[in-house]
């Protein structure tokens, strides 16, 4: 394996709640490669004090961000300016929640308040930290940013409910303003649409397992972990991936681009 991939780079690391989410791994590959960088997460996620033991594994401190507030966000950026002294060039977007899935509100029936705190906190979080980065220009040229997503974003999960319009959402900003921002100061901007993966957030929508063992059989490479996706993002984070941006990268062992398997066939065959 490749070493000092990151060396001399500093970051923002949003969603490290516990050992299985994908930003832990992403952090501890990024500690890895050389980066520095701070951890965020909401106030409420910190209260359990998991992610201390991730900061003192990386060396890194951290500070609580409500991705959808922007108070809380620029305090953020000024913050981990102030630790890393100076401008930051990566950060991880690894945030995702819905109130109707948590509430187990089918999607034909969605609540509304529900749906727009999905919105909120899963896509338009992004677009919040981009615009509160660039307004306090705080990201260094050629910097690059990565939100995670799901291929319900383009294809129909049925029991993925809301989640799955927040995607769409939630890639389309990463496109728009991975426009905006590349013209601006060369930052770019990409989502990596994972594999399910066993997390708070992935077991939180029903029918997980059944799925994740349905979408292993269907992929020729097998499902993605959450540690491979932290490879993949670190390529993402160097100066590797320059000139890739406004991408939906699929990380998924083939996923969205088998029609069916032998593996599943063989499940239909008398
Ligand atoms: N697990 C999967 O199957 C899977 C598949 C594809 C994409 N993803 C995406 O990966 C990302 C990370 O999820 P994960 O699977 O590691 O699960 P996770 O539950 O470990 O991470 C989700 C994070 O979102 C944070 N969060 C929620 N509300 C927030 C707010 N208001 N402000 C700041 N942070 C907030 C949580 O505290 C948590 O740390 C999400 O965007 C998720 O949709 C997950």
Redesign the pocket.
């Known amino acids: 394996m490749a070493t000092d991939l990151l060396k001399g780079k500093k970051g923002i690391i ?5 050992e ?5 791994k992403v952090a501890e590959k990024a500690h890895e490669q050389g980066a520095e960088f701070v951890l ?3 106030p ?2 910190l209260r359990m004090g998991e992610i201390n033991k991730l900061a003192d594994a990386t060396n890194s401190e951290v500070i609580p ?5 922007m108070e809380d966000l620029e305090n953020l950026f000024t913050k981990a300016q102030e630790i890393l002294g100076g401008k930051v060039d990566f950060i991880l ?5 819905s109130p109707n899935v948590r509430k187990k509100k089918h999607y034909t029936e969605n609540n509304y308040d529900f749906y727009h705190k999905t919105m ?3 896509a338009m ?1 992004l677009h919040r930290t981009l615009s509160t980065a660039m307004k306090m220009d705080a990201l260094n040229e050629w910097g690059s940013v990565v ?4 291929i319900a974003a383009q294809r129909v999960f049925p029991d993925y409910n809301d ?1 799955a319009d927040a ?1 769409s959402l ?1 890639e389309s900003i990463a496109r728009s303003f991975g426009y905006h921002y590349g013209e601006k100061k060369k930052v770019r901007i990409n989502t990596i ?13 029903k029918g ?1 397992d059944e799925f ?1 063992s349905f979408a292993d059989s269907m992929s020729p490479l097998g499902n993605a972990s ?1 540690d491979e996706c932290a490879d993949y993002t670190i390529t993402l984070f160097s100066d590797f991936t320059r000139k890739v941006t406004m991408q939906n990268l699929y990380h998924d062992g083939g996923f969205s681009n088998t029609g069916v398997s032998n593996k599943v066939m063989e499940k239909f065959t008398k």
């Not at 949003?14 to 516990?18: I, P, T, V």
């Not at 939100?147 to 799901?150: A, I, P, Q, S, V």
Request: hydrophobic content about 40%.
């Open positions: 949003f969603g490290a709640l516990n299985q989410s994908i930003a832990w965020t997460n909401a409420i996620a961000a409500d991705a959808t507030n977007h690894s945030i995702g929640m909120d906190i899963s979080s939100g995670l997503t799901y989640m995607k939630l649409s994972q594999s399910p993966t066993p997390t708070t957030a992935g077991t939180g929508v997980f994740i959450a």
